[in-house]
């Protein structure tokens, strides 16, 4: 359905006229579903038979109906009401269904298989190193939000970044000459979604989800392609955006790890598995985790999360401290007071603290965040944020903070 569609099935679905007519409480019109089945309920309607799929469309969002069906086996209960219509009096009718999330795959991901057909042919690499694991270059991949507004002059950043990233490889050989791991961190919300996540989201994407995911995929193979042959061992990480989560309405309604951002870091992951001169590219995607710990060189131990977990404070930075202390302090989490850097994105904009441990929140490749504009009264800086982290060898644990 595309936006033209849209807008007409909006205007086309009946809706109650006055205030006289009211449901009861376990009829009040809109979508409520837990644990992947539910309840629909219409709005106030002449008698009819409501198309479920344009309902679906109309309280959960364009589209909305590819992941949710109502049985077409099932009875349909309706209840009546007298109110004031066009005509005077007249009788209206809501139609209650059971909703049910579709538990399949939403289409046959050709385009995946054939990555991993491609990758299969490739030749084995013999001739890679060890990594002595002094330092390691970091790439943040953050909040690009594929499938908005300005998409098209996101892809035209990315890849001049991916050009400057190059560039800076080189001149950090020149500095460092046991550079030899490459650590791609994907801090979340790599695609927009549909709807869900602020007002007139709707309207203001230029992509499906599956068009979305599809890009944002072959973004993510660009980098560890260009850049993982320059070096003897890479490792991605993967933290789990709010823009991921399967939602209804404004509320998730389904697990932690089921998200976006982890499809896109496992299926990534599958196409560099089939790659024989791959071998040395390692990840690590959480399953329900929203926040971890690892310990990419000897001694230096990186935390990564999204950052839409930090609500305490009045900045980006005061909100992520005091989240982080009320982590580290947990038990489950004490694994955190050993973090030496913590990256998070979120925020669309780069800003650091720096004491025992360095907090950085990384930039984003959008072509400007009103949600980030509309909160801070600031614009972002458009680029992809790179460090350099260094183990225990080292007194300092990072260095070389750039945006690319």
Same mark, same amino acid.
């Given at each position: 359905?595309?936006?033209?569609?849209?807008?007409?099935?909006?205007?086309?679905?009946?809706?109650?006229?006055?205030?006289?007519?009211?449901?009861?409480?376990?009829?009040?019109?809109?979508?409520?579903?837990?644990?992947?089945?539910?309840?629909?309920?219409?709005?106030?309607?002449?008698?009819?038979?409501?198309?479920?799929?344009?309902?679906?469309?109309?309280?959960?969002?364009?589209?909305?109906?590819?992941?949710?069906?109502?049985?077409?086996?099932?009875?349909?209960?309706?209840?009546?009401?007298?109110?004031?219509?066009?005509?005077?009096?007249?009788?209206?009718?809501?139609?209650?269904?059971?909703?049910?999330?579709?538990?399949?795959?939403?289409?046959?991901?050709?385009?995946?298989?054939?990555?991993?057909?491609?990758?299969?042919?490739?030749?084995?690499?013999?001739?890679?190193?060890?990594?002595?694991?002094?330092?390691?270059?970091?790439?943040?991949?953050?909040?690009?939000?594929?499938?908005?507004?300005?998409?098209?002059?996101?892809?035209?950043?990315?890849?001049?970044?991916?050009?400057?990233?190059?560039?800076?490889?080189?001149?950090?050989?020149?500095?460092?000459?046991?550079?030899?791991? /490459?650590?791609?961190?994907? =801090? %979340?919300?790599?695609? #927009?979604?549909?709807? &869900?996540?602020? +007002?007139?989201? *709707? $309207?203001?994407?230029?992509?499906?989800?599956?068009?979305?995911?599809?890009?944002?995929?072959?973004?993510?193979?660009?980098?560890?392609?260009?850049?993982?042959?320059?070096?003897?061992?890479? /490792?991605?990480?993967?933290? =789990? %955006?709010?823009?991921? #989560?399967?939602?209804? &309405?404004?509320? +998730?309604?389904? *697990? $932690?790890?089921?998200?976006?951002?982890?499809?896109?870091?496992?299926?990534?992951?599958?196409?560099?598995?089939?790659?024989?001169?791959?071998?040395?590219?390692?990840?690590?995607?959480?399953?329900?985790?929203?926040?971890?710990?690892?310990?990419?060189?000897?001694?230096?131990?990186?935390?990564? +999360?999204?950052?839409?977990?930090?609500?305490?404070?009045?900045?980006?930075?005061?909100?992520?401290?005091?989240?982080?202390?009320?982590?580290?302090?947990?038990?489950?989490?004490?694994?955190?007071?050993?973090?030496?850097?913590?990256?998070?994105?979120?925020?669309?904009?780069?800003?650091?603290?720096?004491?025992?441990?360095?907090?950085?929140?990384?930039?984003?490749?959008?072509?400007?965040?009103?949600?980030?504009?509309?909160?801070?009264?600031?614009?972002?800086?458009?680029?992809?944020?790179?460090?350099?982290?260094?183990?225990?060898?080292?007194?300092?644990?990072?260095?070389?903070?750039?945006?690319?």
């Amino acid at each position: 359905m595309n936006l033209d569609d849209f807008v007409q099935a909006r205007k086309d679905v009946p809706t109650s006229k006055g205030n006289k007519i009211k449901p009861s409480a376990d009829w009040v019109p809109g979508v409520e579903i837990k644990g992947g089945r539910g309840s629909i309920t219409t709005n106030a309607i002449p008698k009819g038979n409501p198309n479920w799929n344009d309902w679906i469309d109309y309280w959960l969002g364009k589209g909305e109906s590819k992941d949710f069906y109502v049985r077409e086996d099932e009875p349909v209960n309706f209840r009546t009401w007298d109110g004031w219509g066009d005509n005077g009096i007249q009788k209206f009718y809501y139609f209650k269904a059971n909703i049910y999330a579709r538990k399949t795959n939403k289409y046959d991901d050709k385009e995946l298989k054939r990555l991993i057909s491609n990758a299969k042919k490739k030749k084995v690499d013999d001739r890679r190193k060890k990594s002595k694991n002094n330092k390691a270059l970091v790439l943040c991949m953050s909040d690009w939000q594929v499938g908005k507004e300005g998409t098209e002059e996101m892809l035209d950043r990315f890849y001049k970044s991916l050009d400057n990233i190059d560039k800076h490889i080189k001149h950090l050989r020149k500095k460092y000459n046991d550079l030899d791991k /490459l650590i791609i961190v994907g =801090l %979340g919300d790599l695609v #927009e979604s549909c709807s &869900g996540h602020y +007002a007139m989201q *709707t $309207f203001t994407t230029v992509l499906d989800e599956r068009q979305q995911k599809t890009l944002a995929r072959q973004m993510l193979l660009d980098v560890f392609n260009k850049f993982s042959k320059d070096f003897n061992e890479v /490792l991605g990480l993967c933290a =789990l %955006g709010n823009h991921g #989560e399967k939602r209804i &309405g404004t509320k +998730a309604y389904t *697990t $932690f790890g089921d998200n976006k951002d982890g499809e896109l870091f496992d299926e990534v992951a599958q196409v560099l598995k089939a790659d024989p001169s791959k071998k040395h590219v390692k990840f690590t995607i959480p399953d329900q985790s929203l926040a971890y710990s690892v310990e990419v060189l000897p001694g230096t131990v990186l935390t990564i +999360a999204h950052g839409h977990q930090a609500k305490r404070g009045t900045t980006p930075a005061q909100r992520v401290e005091n989240w982080f202390n009320k982590m580290a302090s947990k038990p489950s989490k004490g694994g955190f007071y050993a973090t030496n850097i913590l990256l998070v994105g979120h925020y669309h904009h780069f800003w650091t603290k720096e004491s025992e441990r360095l907090m950085l929140g990384a930039t984003t490749l959008d072509s400007g965040s009103q949600w980030f504009e509309e909160n801070g009264g600031e614009k972002s800086i458009p680029g992809i944020t790179t460090l350099v982290v260094h183990s225990n060898k080292d007194l300092r644990k990072w260095s070389d903070i750039e945006i690319l």
